[in-house]
């Protein structure tokens, strides 16, 4: 199942439109590409730091989180309503500036459950973070 490019913007500007949430709007994420089997956002290091200067672990998380959410929601389809029940981080490596990216892609996706792999990645590539 894919979505054409022209269904493709127009569910970016659906979530350009409704947001990933005010969680996510806070800290800056945005959503650059969101599609059956792929939802990629960014959010900078900037501002969600914990007191050593580092990409704060809970900040990943909101990233892992709002990506898995956006995905079940694509797969659960208009009118229905999805929530995370699990959420599981490693952190890799701690990034100091910059943007992270994030992507989503489907471990699988049932009928009333769905599980995604989550990679969060520094500006250079590098492995920051892994969640499902």
Not at 83 to 111: F, I
């Amino acid at each position: 199942m894919s979505q054409s490019n022209e269904g493709d913007s127009a569910l970016l500007r659906d979530l350009a439109g409704a947001g990933a949430g005010a969680l996510a709007e806070r800290m800056q994420i945005v959503v650059t590409e969101a599609g059956p089997g792929r939802v990629v956002a960014t959010m900078p290091v900037e501002g969600n730091t914990q007191p050593y200067g580092l990409l704060h672990g809970g900040a990943s998380a909101v990233l892992a989180e709002s990506l898995g959410s956006i995905a079940g929601g694509i797969h659960a389809g208009p009118g229905r309503m999805v929530v995370g029940v699990d959420l599981s981080c490693t952190h890799h490596r701690g990034a100091r500036s910059g943007l992270v990216t994030g992507v989503s892609t489907p471990l699988h996706e049932g009928q009333t459950v769905a599980t995604y792999s989550i990679t969060i990645t520094d500006d250079g590539g590098h492995l920051q973070c892994t969640a499902r």
